[in-house]
């Protein structure tokens, strides 16, 4: 799934989508110079989702990620 059907699924804009992926809270493929989002991310955006509806900040989901792995 590319970068724009994927931010539209979640009620998100492009911007938002690219910042998670800066921050590696999403970590779509590559192909040909293009995000592509697999199920991992919706997987991945669903827990971001679900830690914000709890008021965690993007900090906190990125502690959460990391003592996961």
Not at 19 to 44: I, W
Request: proline share 3%; hydrophobic share 35%.
């Amino acid at each position: 799934m590319k970068i724009g059907d994927f931010a539209k699924k979640y009620g998100l804009n492009i911007t938002t989508v690219r910042y998670y992926v800066e921050r590696a809270l999403l970590t779509p493929e590559r192909k040909n110079n293009q995000y592509v989002f697999t199920p991992s991310c919706m997987e991945d955006m669903e827990k971001i989702l679900k830690y914000k509806s709890f008021r965690f900040s993007l900090e906190e989901i990125e502690q959460i990620g990391r003592a996961s792995c």
